[in-house]
Every structure is written in C-alpha cells, then in structure tokens.
C-alpha cells in the first residue's frame, strides 16, 4: 500500500489567496483525520471524518477553514482566505477502527508545509 | 479533562543511556496510549502503545510504563542511539462516546541523543 498520500508537499502563498490541500487515505480506512503542527501550539486535530461524515470539527479555528470528504477516497481542507498565522505543517491521518478488534493507529501522511506571506 | 500533558519539552541524552520521556491524562475513560515518533520532514508514525490492563509492555529497546492509579505514563528508550534522535509524542484516546477514534496529543518531546 502507497500509505496516507498528501499533495501538494510545499504551498507557499500570498495572504488573502485560497489554499487547498488534498489527502487520499489508505484503501479501506474508515476514519481521517486533519491536523495542524507549529512549533507553538504542537500538533492539534482540526477535524476528523468516519465514514466521509464530518465527526468533530471543534478544532477548525476559524470560518475560513472547510474540509469536505466527498468520497471514501479522497478529503480535501480548504483555507479561504489565508493569513500568514496559517503557516504550519498540515497533516492528513488515516486509521481503521474494525468492529472486531479495535485498531486506533493512525497512519500519517507526509504533511503538507503551507507557507502563508 | 482531554488533555495529555506531557514533560520534558526537550531531552538531551549520551550514546547509549536511558531516555524517560513522562505524560499525565485527566480523563479516566482513557483505555489506549501510543507513542508516536516524528522525524524530521516525516508525518508521525506509530512506536508503541499499551492499554490499562498491563502495567508494562516492552518492545525491542521500547518500553511503555504505565500507573494506573496515579494516571501517568512513560516512555523508556534503553541504549539510545543517535538514529532515536526525533520527536516524540503520547496521546490516549477512549473506547466509545463521540470521541470514539479521536486521539489526544501530548505536546512532544525533542530527543537528541549524542554519539
């Protein structure tokens, strides 16, 4: 299996623009998970899907933050429009919690480095 | 009462020593606690993880200490090497409720262990 695919690796981007980034998770998971790393304030989930349906959005900051799950296959987590304090490493997780034997590991993407000027 | 407080924030650590890296939970419903471990331009992977039926669960140099009634847990690396050199992370997270599936981060420990 390819593992947890993020794309694009590097966004760098003028303040006010929309960012989009996207995630496929591992084939069969039903759980993703979108998270936020900065130096600052660690690692912290902004919101996760079971099933593609949007389970805890709590952690989404603000307004300008969306993330959608239209298929099984593939999330996206959209920030419009973008502020220099968006700059952060974003990761997209993916876990398969079977109902025989529970399985919480989460496998991470490589992160997506969102760069905001 | 969802937090995980986790201590040092940074760990500096010879060749060969012992590196002890501590959390702390509030919540009892906790039943599940990894340790995940991030190298540099890398996404968190999976080290080790133990549920509360088990005071102890070892894994090649890893191992996972774990205090029930005191709600503590720890992370012990044995003959660290250079290549342990990352950042890690505990979480918990509980069985059911609306949580079910969601972990809970510490805030990370820097490791450097020094040839």
């Known amino acids: 299996d390819a593992g947890v695919i993020q794309s694009p690796r590097h966004e760098v981007t003028e303040m006010g623009q929309e960012v989009t980034l996207r995630c496929k998770p591992i084939?069969?998971?039903?759980?993703l998970f979108w998270y936020r790393q900065t130096m600052m304030r660690g690692l912290e989930l902004l919101i996760y899907?079971?099933?593609?349906?949007?389970?805890?959005d709590s952690g989404m900051p603000e307004d300008r933050f969306s993330a959608k799950m239209p298929n099984a296959s593939f999330s996206t987590l959209k920030i419009q429009p973008s502020e220099p304090r968006d700059s952060a490493v974003y990761f997209c997780?993916?876990?398969?919690?079977?109902?025989?034997?529970?399985?919480?590991?989460?496998?991470f993407g490589p992160g997506t480095r969102l760069l905001v000027l | 009462q969802q937090q995980v407080k986790q201590s040092p924030q940074s760990l500096i650590v010879q060749k060969g020593g012992i590196s002890i890296i501590n959390c702390a939970y509030e919540?009892?419903?906790?039943?599940?606690f990894p340790w995940y471990q991030q190298f540099p331009g890398k996404g968190p992977a999976l080290l080790i993880a133990?549920?509360?039926?088990?005071s102890e669960k070892k894994e090649g140099r890893f191992t996972i200490s774990f205090n029930k009634s005191a709600k503590q847990f720890s992370l012990h690396i044995m003959d660290s090497q250079p290549g342990d050199s990352a950042t890690y992370f505990c979480?918990?997270?509980?069985?059911?409720?609306?949580?079910?599936?969601?972990?809970?981060f510490g805030q990370g420990t820097i490791l450097t262990v020094h040839p």
């Open positions: 084939s069969g998971h039903d759980y």
């Open positions: 133990i549920r509360p039926d088990v």
């Open positions: 919540n009892t419903a906790f039943d599940y």
């Open positions: 899907f079971n099933n593609n349906v949007p389970i805890d």
């Open positions: 997780a993916s876990s398969l919690l079977a109902a025989a034997g529970r399985k919480e590991t989460q496998y």
């Open positions: 979480a918990a997270s509980m069985a059911g409720g609306t949580s079910y599936g969601k972990l809970t």
